[in-house]
């Protein structure tokens, strides 16, 4: 059974789903958007286990427990900073990728993610959508451990933009 794909807006800091991805930098030690939320609502022992990690590369993810937060986990992804290179794509795609898998190695069936790299690292918005769409239920044919996907898009004008990609990519 392919996992069902939901989209919310909001603040993904407040969902109660086994895991949260996070769009944070290489140092994996905080930041501002997203990253900056999810360490203000975990509290201060995600960013203590976070400096265990090492950093992470562009792509990869690592995994965290989730503190003072609803999801049990965060997955630390980083997705690449906009060039308008050959490379932006599969960087990204391979975020969603590699979160999914080490959710599904976690035991993860519900996972939330944010719309990685569409602020501060500026990749175009409804590009990122449809890479992420086209990742996300690629690799879930690949891992039916995974029952749920939310997307959380945090403003009403990029919930309607990804709304219609998504009723575009199942028509
Ligand atoms: N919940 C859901 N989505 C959010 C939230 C939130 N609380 N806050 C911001 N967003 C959205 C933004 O609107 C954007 O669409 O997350 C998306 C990603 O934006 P950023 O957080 O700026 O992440 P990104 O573009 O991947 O840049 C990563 O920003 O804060 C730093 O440490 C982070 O250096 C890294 C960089």
Known sequence: MPAR????QGDITTLAVDAIVNAANSTLLG???VDGAIHRAAGPELL???RTLGGCATGEAKITAGYR?????VIHTVGPVWSGGRDDDPA???CYRNSLR?????DCRSIAFPCISTGVY???FERACRIALATVKAECVRLPAIER??????????????ERIMAESNA
């Open 5 to 8: 794909l939901d989209l919310t």
């Open 122 to 124: 500026r990749f175009p």
């Open 149 to 162: 996907v939310v997307f959380v898009c945090f403003g009403q004008s990029d919930f309607e933009a990804f």
């Open 92 to 94: 990204l795609a391979a």
């Open 102 to 106: 080490l959710a599904a190695a976690n």
């Open 48 to 50: 203590a286990e976070c």
């Open 69 to 73: 937060l609803q999801a049990r986990h």
């Open 31 to 33: 930041g501002g958007g």
